[in-house]
């Protein structure tokens, strides 16, 4: 049998143990009140551990996935699918405010830590550059994990410089360098990411930066907060597979299509524990009106509160996918929602009549879900013109087109 410890805000909350490879977790006693969902919504606090079929989706969420994950697991000698052995590597620095360490360790580290490792744009440039070999940037001395398959690394703001994370210091920053077959990639994120803001949405924060010659997305991680003393505070989170307990060893699984989530379950697990189904329909019409189809259960996600409710997690990984027709040159991708809407398996098919049909499955009222779609597609419409104005980079003319056409069609 082998252990790991689970440490949430510098506290032991619970331990894993795993055994002929079932794995099983047990909360510290007097961890949280019995019924708060401290670790995920599938988990509240119990006397009773909880079996595999539960602990294993919600750890192997907090993991890298595809290449990056066998790359990774390559490098510390695991097999890929050695999820307790990889997250003994890389629980250090997870989505959301859990630590995971073997017995015997600290989050606060022992001895004292070593100095923040301050880097330079070289620095970072040759880090993005070695994303390929080393993805999220983990080494020997960067123990991190981050869901995904697109490359990124994972950097921390600290005192105004860019420093590698720590156990002390965990990231604050994703950097997402352009994807290759997706032309304007960073554009188009940024674009739909700003808008998303400004439109008075609350969404990650997102520009664009520059490092010896490497142009990224930088993504300000919302499960991070600094606290009045200066200090990285982790906000607790999961996304929906992890909330739902859906297994995802292949990144498609994700997608409803392939086994992932539904937006009827994902509303009721939402309202159930004191969520805004208003806001997750606001989240969906968001994505329709962008033209984003890569909505999926594991970018969709639930911000665990202090008072143990949840609300719905800020946007974030939005772009205009529909921008990818085939036209001009440009890569054509598939169309089809990672979450369908109603009985709309292709985002160029949903209407207006559609979201209200889907927001009425999670027991919306008609009139407030057609006014809530309706006037978030009006305000969109009218701000992209200065979202286009102050931003400091240039988006493609095609791309701010379609996404004008389609909020005008919503309006």
């Keep these: 049998m082998t252990v790991l410890q689970v440490w949430m805000h510098g506290r032991l909350v619970a331990t894993i ?37 539960v602990v294993r989706p919600f750890f192997h969420g907090l993991l890298p996935e595809g290449e990056a994950r066998q790359m990774i697991a390559y490098d510390f000698g695991l097999a890929a699918d050695d999820d307790f052995g990889l997250l003994a590597q890389l629980g250090r620095d997870c989505a959301g405010a859990l630590v995971v360490l073997p017995p015997g360790e600290m989050p606060e580290g022992e001895p004292p830590p070593q100095p923040l490792e301050v880097l330079d744009d070289s620095e970072i440039g040759r880090r993005l550059r070695a994303l390929p070999v080393h993805p999220l940037g983990v080494t020997g001395a960067i123990r991190a994990s981050l869901p995904g398959v697109q490359p990124k690394l994972l950097l921390t703001r600290h005192d105004g410089k ?71 505070r982790r906000l607790h989170q999961e996304d929906t597979c992890q909330a739902l307990s859906i297994m ?87 169309t089809e929602l990672g979450l369908f809407i109603a009985d709309k398996t292709n985002i160029l098919t949903v209407t207006v009549d559609d979201l209200v049909a889907e927001a009425q499955t999670w027991g919306m009222q008609t009139v407030a879900a057609r006014k809530t779609i309706s006037s978030l597609a009006a305000h969109i419409a009218g701000t992209i013109a200065d979202t286009v104005d102050k931003l400091g980079f240039t988006v493609p003319a095609a791309l701010i087109d379609r996404v004008r056409e389609r909020t005008t069609h919503f309006a």
């Design 17 to 53: 143990k795993e055994s002929r490879r079932r794995m099983t977790l047990t909360y510290v006693e007097g961890a949280a009140r019995l019924g708060v969902p401290l670790i995920s919504v599938a988990m509240p606090m119990s006397a009773n551990a909880y079996p595999d079929k």
């Design 162 to 232: 860019w420093c590698s994370p720590d156990t002390l210091h965990p990231s604050t920053h994703i950097l997402k360098p352009p994807v290759v077959e997706l032309e304007h990639s960073v554009a188009n994120e940024a674009f739909c990411m700003t808008l998303a803001t400004d439109a008075g949405l609350i969404a990650a924060a997102t520009s664009i930066g520059n490092f010896d010659g490497v142009t990224v997305l930088l993504s300000e991680r919302y499960d991070r907060q600094l606290d009045a003393h200066g200090t990285t």
């Design 248 to 334: 995802t060893r292949v990144a498609r699984q994700k997608y409803q299509a392939f086994g992932g989530p539904n937006l009827r379950t994902i509303a009721k697990v939402l309202t159930q524990w004191g969520g805004s189904a208003t806001d997750l329909l606001r989240y969906v019409t968001f994505s329709v009106l962008m033209g984003n189809a890569d909505l999926h259960g594991k970018n969709l996600s639930l911000l665990h509160l202090d008072d143990g409710t949840v609300t719905l997690a800020p946007i974030y990984d939005v772009m205009c996918t529909t921008y990818y027709d085939g036209q001009q040159g440009r890569r054509q991708i598939d």
